[in-house]
């Protein structure tokens, strides 16, 4: 089964467990084993940021503590087990995960069961076990590129999930909980091994984009690699685990105006105030070495938001032909903040610039 050009790369594999994780039959045989062939697929697809799933019909604690016994049960983000239609448990699984039905693929050895799942969800990418020992090699389980944000996907989807159920359950006001997450950012400057998580946030991201500008690899490297520029990641974590990489900051530099060229954060990360702290730190850099501080906007359909971050953190819309810079902290330097909600006010000792471009 080779994939067309069209089609995406698999994002999540879900897995039947009866004669296809494991072999044998849980509930007959009691004691079920793990081929090597199939350790192999579930660790390698995991390195390459693929999520993986379980949807089988089984006992629910039984099989999950021998999947646990068996020392893979922290690779799978979600489990439907239960005596449902597969179908319902594939479709509830990519509706949580917010996937596409084309980028989910399921492994069975019942040719009946692929059969239903095909039926009602036919974009769904359907293999019999006994593929399990090709999957790393068909194309569809190899992505262009594997960051470091790809690698420990799975574990930035586990840490979501305790996040969100936390969030579910806290009774107190949403600013409390922010600052009891004990979130953390980080920004650095850019690396060769970063710029393929960068292009994918310019790309991405579009409610938190300043601009809508693309970068491209080429672009990136090209910049990446000029003294006039200087290139900016974002990270984010809190007490559940890494958000990973959240944002890009790109700036011209300069001696006297420090000029921001893209502010992109992502789109999950809006509620913390991410984009709101970038540039509140970028002020008080500003603020320290007394340059005015400029910043690109274009208005795209989707970017509102971040025109409102803009205005909240005291930019002021006016025509400027200056070409301006920022100063970063030094090589190598990470600037660490504690978040807290909300936007600062802007230092008085800042001249703010919001230069509007026009629209693509």
């Given at each position: ?46 390195s390459r940021g693929i999520l993986q799933a379980v949807a089988s019909k089984n006992d629910h604690d039984h099989a999950w503590e021998r999947l646990a ?116 950012m980080e920004i650095n400057q850019a690396t060769v091994e970063d710029l393929s998580r960068v292009e994918e946030l310019t790309l991405r991201t579009s ?154």
């Amino acid at each position: 089964m080779g994939r067309a050009v069209s089609e995406p790369i698999v994002k999540c594999l879900v897995w039947d467990l009866d004669n296809t994780l494991w072999k044998g039959t849980l509930l007959e045989d009691g004691e079920v084993v793990l081929d090597d062939q199939v350790r192999d697929a579930v660790v390698g697809l995991d390195s390459r940021g693929i999520l993986q799933a379980v949807a089988s019909k089984n006992d629910h604690d039984h099989a999950w503590e021998r999947l646990a016994a068996l020392g893979i049960a922290e690779y799978f983000v979600l489990a439907r087990i239960g005596w449902g239609p597969k179908s319902e448990s594939i479709r509830e699984i990519a509706d949580q995960l917010s996937f596409a039905y084309d980028t989910i693929a399921f492994v069975d050895d019942q040719p009946a069961e692929r059969a239903e799942v095909a039926f009602h969800l036919p974009q769904v990418r359907c293999y019999p076990a006994e593929r399990i020992p090709e999957l790393l090699i068909l194309p569809e389980y190899k992505p262009t590129a594997v960051t470091v944000d790809s690698r420990r996907r799975r574990q930035m989807y586990q840490a979501n999930q305790l996040r969100q159920a936390e969030q579910e359950s806290f009774t107190g006001p949403s600013e409390q909980f922010l600052r009891s997450l004990e979130l953390a950012m980080e920004i650095n400057q850019a690396t060769v091994e970063d710029l393929s998580r960068v292009e994918e946030l310019t790309l991405r991201t579009s409610q938190m984009n300043a601009t809508g500008v693309h970068y491209s690899d080429v672009d990136l490297r090209a910049l990446l690699d000029d003294p006039g520029h200087e290139m900016l990641t974002v990270t984010m974590s809190d007490r559940f685990g890494p958000h990973g990489a959240v944002g890009v900051v790109l700036l011209e530099t300069g001696p006297m105006v420090w000029h921001l060229k893209l502010l992109a954060t992502s789109c999950r990360v809006v509620s913390f105030g991410a984009g709101a702290t970038v540039l509140n730190w970028l002020i008080g850099e500003a603020a320290a070495a007394g340059t005015h501080l400029v910043a690109d906007f274009r208005p795209t359909s989707r970017n509102r938001i971040m025109e409102v971050a803009y205005r909240f953190a005291g930019f002021t819309e006016e025509h400027c032909e200056c070409r301006v810079a920022l100063r970063p902290a030094g090589d190598g330097d990470t600037q660490r903040l504690h978040l807290t909600p909300g936007p600062r006010p802007a230092p008085a000792a800042v001249r703010l610039t919001a230069v509007r471009l026009a629209a693509p």
